[in-house]
């Protein structure tokens, strides 16, 4: 029996633009190690020191109420763009899934997304979503 060596995920480290204290050349650098780290791995770890445990709790908490709406809700998510409408339950991989706020960076965007699937709105996620428009620059990758 062979001795394997473990998997070792890359990590990338996402606090100097959680902070707003990136360069254009450190911008063109994560892009790169993000793309790269999901081309060989499908996935990454991330860091982001400077982010407080609470925005942590909060921002799980609220994900956690996204993906934990019935199947049928989820469904209601749909896009032209690919990868930003619902994608789950699949047979190739039953555990995934996705969802995508357009336009998060533009103002009422969360909010008209958030009034979308909770009638009542979601002050929790709202916030939560909220806050990561300011590392919303990442999303372009695609």
Known sequence: MGSETPLKLPLIDF???YLNESTQDEWDSMKTQVYQALTEYGFFRASMAGMSPEFCNSLFSSLDQLFDLPLETKLKSVSDKP?????????TMPLYESMAIP???????VEAFTDFFWANG???FRYGAMKL??????WPLC
């Open 15 to 17: 606090s100097k633009i």
């Open 83 to 91: 990868f930003h409408g619902y994608i789950g339950h699949s047979p």
């Open 103 to 109: 336009n998060a960076q533009v103002a009422g965007e």
């Open 122 to 124: 979601n002050p929790e």
């Open 133 to 138: 428009r300011r590392v919303k620059r990442l």
